[in-house]
């Protein structure tokens, strides 16, 4: 049986002087142990508790953000199936975005850094190509649909 997790795909819309439209930005956590990849939170889900509840969760304790500090966006949710440490996983991963840009980013001791990145960069630093694909397909719903 799959392990499974769920995580939120962080963002921030910052806006660009001079320019009529805002660049979005995705919060990447790199991690502390293993090949210290990058991803945004994430984390397996505790009994008695919603897919929902585990990202919401897991975003408090890796990044220090809190549920009432975030937007979740109605119509995004995106499963990816992959193998780690040779066991097959699934994440499930929501749109947030951070209601202030200059919200507070604290870690635990799973991560050792933090960037926001636009989606070239932080394609660029995900390593892996369903996280990549959902960072784009993020992008791309965002870019499609008035929030």
């Known amino acids: 049986m799959a392990l499974r997790a769920c995580g939120l795909i962080i963002f921030r819309r910052r806006l660009i002087p001079k320019v009529d439209n805002t660049a979005i930005e995705f919060l990447l956590l790199q991690a502390s142990d293993g090949i210290h990849h990058w991803t945004p939170p994430k984390g397996h889900v505790e009994p008695g508790e919603s897919d ?8 408090q304790e890796e990044a220090g953000i809190e549920a009432g500090q975030l937007t979740i966006i109605e119509g995004f949710r995106r499963e990816l199936s ?11 991963y929501w749109l947030a975005e951070v209601k202030d840009c200059d919200v507070e980013v604290r870690l635990s001791r799973e991560h050792q850094a933090y960037r926001w990145l636009e989606l ?28």
């Open 120 to 147: 070239e960069d932080a394609c660029q630093l995900a390593q892996f190509e369903e996280m990549k694909a959902a960072l784009q397909e993020g992008h791309q719903f965002l870019c499609s649909t008035a929030t």
């Open 52 to 59: 929902l509840e585990t990202a919401l969760r897991e975003t």
């Open 82 to 92: 992959y193998v780690a440490r040779e066991k097959p996983k699934i994440v499930i």
